[in-house]
């Protein structure tokens, strides 16, 4: 089992910057694959970036140049840095994590935090 918990969400201006935070426990964190995903009202969940154990990443087109992800393995933590926000990026945000894959069928997944750009 893997507990995540997100953290770091907000309200901010376009063209802000916003760190998101996810903790995760309850296993061998350094081996497993992490991503971040949102959702925005009315939309389905859509994939935003990932990083496997070897930290290779993974970005959606509309984020690329914008949003980084990163992990701490000392701490058990993912990073997404996102850079100039968009009123689009609005969505509750959700960390994900999973053995092998990064997709939608990660196994675990956090409670989510709320990201909201205004314009």
């Known amino acids: 089992q893997v507990q995540l918990v997100e953290s770091g969400g907000g309200l901010v201006q376009a063209g802000d910057s916003l760190r998101l935070s996810c903790a995760a426990s309850?296993?061998?964190?350094?081996?497993?694959?992490m991503a971040w995903f949102r959702q925005a009202p009315g939309k389905e969940r859509e994939f935003v970036a990932g990083?496997?154990?070897?930290?290779?990443?993974y970005y959606a087109d509309s984020v690329k140049g914008r949003f980084t992800i990163s992990r701490d393995n000392a701490k058990n933590t993912v990073y997404l840095q996102m850079n100039s926000l968009k009123p689009e990026d609005t969505a509750v945000y959700y960390c994900?994590?999973?053995?092998?894959?990064?997709?939608?069928?990660?196994?675990?997944w956090g409670q989510g935090t709320q990201v909201t750009v205004s314009s």
């Open positions: 309850g296993s061998t964190f350094n081996s497993i694959a």
């Open positions: 994900a994590a999973d053995p092998t894959q990064i997709g939608a069928s990660m196994n675990y």
């Open positions: 990083i496997k154990w070897s930290s290779t990443t």
